[in-house]
Nanobody, 125 residues
Framework: QVQLVESGGGSVQAGDSLTLSCAAS????????MGWFRQAPGKEREFVTA????????NYADSVKGRFTISRDNAKNSVYLRMNNLKVEDTAVYYC??????????????????WGQGTQVTVSS
């Protein structure tokens, strides 16, 4: 059973940066595509970004392009989300997820079969 554990969330000011980490265990995340999603209060969960198993391909939501960067270290079974120039509207619970199919870096949450418990990111003005 794959387990995903996010960390690195917190409360910051607008314009600040944060780096989220997602550690995988119980499986081989090194050969799976991974994604980050977020859910703000009262809103549906939305896609943020995804990265292919080898790091060669990435995909970003328009709302975070140029500010967020996804990366991975397969030797550590970890995926990271560097968030720069945070905005109030980035406030949400952030989840990492593992795609079911190899080669998928898309936005459809149904294609991700393992999820972490989430980490809260709060951005204040």
């Amino acid at each position: 059973q794959v387990q995903l554990v996010e960390s690195g969330g917190g409360s910051v000011q607008a314009g600040d940066s944060l780096t989220l980490s997602c550690a995988a265990s119980g499986g081989t995340s090194g050969n799976r595509d991974m994604g980050w999603f977020r859910q703000a209060p009262g809103k549906e969960r939305e896609f943020v970004t995804a990265i292919s198993w080898d790091g060669a391909n990435t995909n970003y939501a328009d709302s975070v392009k140029g500010r967020f960067t996804i990366s991975r270290d397969n030797a550590k079974n970890s995926v990271y989300l560097r968030m720069n120039n945070l905005k109030v509207e980035d406030t949400a619970v952030y989840y990492c997820a593992r795609a079911h199919l190899l080669g998928y870096v898309g936005e459809n949450s149904d294609m991700y079969h393992y999820w972490g418990q989430g980490t809260q990111v709060t951005v204040s003005s």
